[in-house]
């Protein structure tokens, strides 16, 4: 084979490589927030989110990943230090009837900067009771993503599923209103109003969105790791 017919062969093979992969990949959006917890420094996550998946990476910590199914309702914590992965089934359950105990408050907030025409708005949840605590302040750019919205709330619905089903191991002088609403029975009914650019929550851990775009994915990264053991809590 002479040098022409190598080059026009290696270009085939790399070429046909390329369609392969843009045949098989997706649309899917890129978020990344930072978040930070009461006593340690902040990190950044990515939220790679298509029509039916979820899959969450903190940057820089290679040590595992999320994956969420939305056609299966389940959820899949993958851990690469002992190969295994824990499986969140979807709980049932009922959430308590909060009229009383909290008040919502939701309001455009005045001279925000719009993100892409969408206006700012703060979603906040107080106790009722006589020191009014603050419970949830959730930022959000109404109407803004609307199928990333979709997939992050049934994705936060699973995560009150699974807190509400361990409720009972947390003792009752903890169980405050806040702590239930927030902590516990928080369904993410404000994912129904637009995407959340900033996020304050009762145990003071926060949220705030640096970038989204839009890509192209390999749908293989929400396969799970074959080889490594299932388990589930229960």
């Not at 025409?117 to 020191?131: C, E, N, Q, W």
Request: glycine share 4%; net charge negative; with cysteine.
């Amino acid at each position: 084979m002479n040098k022409v017919n190598y080059f026009l062969f290696f270009c085939f093979i790399y070429f046909g490589i390329n369609i392969a992969n843009a045949v098989n990949s997706v649309d899917a959006y890129e978020l990344i927030y930072e978040e930070r917890e009461p006593g340690t420094d902040s990190y950044q996550v990515k939220f790679i989110v298509t029509e039916h998946y979820l899959r969450i990476d903190q940057l820089g910590d290679s040590s595992g990943y999320v994956v969420y199914d939305d056609n299966q309702h389940l959820v899949y914590s993958v851990a690469h230090n002992d190969k295994s992965v824990l499986v969140v089934p979807e709980y049932q359950y009922k959430k308590p009837d909060f009229t009383g105990a909290i008040t919502v408050d939701y309001y455009i907030i005045p001279d925000a900067p719009t993100i892409t025409g969408k206006s700012i708005y703060l979603y906040r949840a107080t106790s009722s009771a006589v020191d009014k605590q603050k419970c949830l302040d959730i930022k959000l750019a109404e109407g803004l993503l609307p199928e990333v919205s979709n997939i992050l709330m049934s994705y936060q619905k699973m995560l009150a599923g699974q807190q509400s089903h361990l409720l009972d191991a947390t003792p009752k002088e903890y169980q405050s209103t806040c702590y239930l609403y927030d902590q516990v029975f928080n369904d993410g009914d404000y994912y129904h109003k637009g995407l959340p650019i900033q996020e304050w929550h009762s145990n003071g851990k926060s949220r705030l969105l640096l970038s989204y775009k839009k890509i192209k994915i390999d749908p293989e990264i929400f396969q799970l790791e074959q080889t490594y053991q299932k388990y589930s809590l229960d």
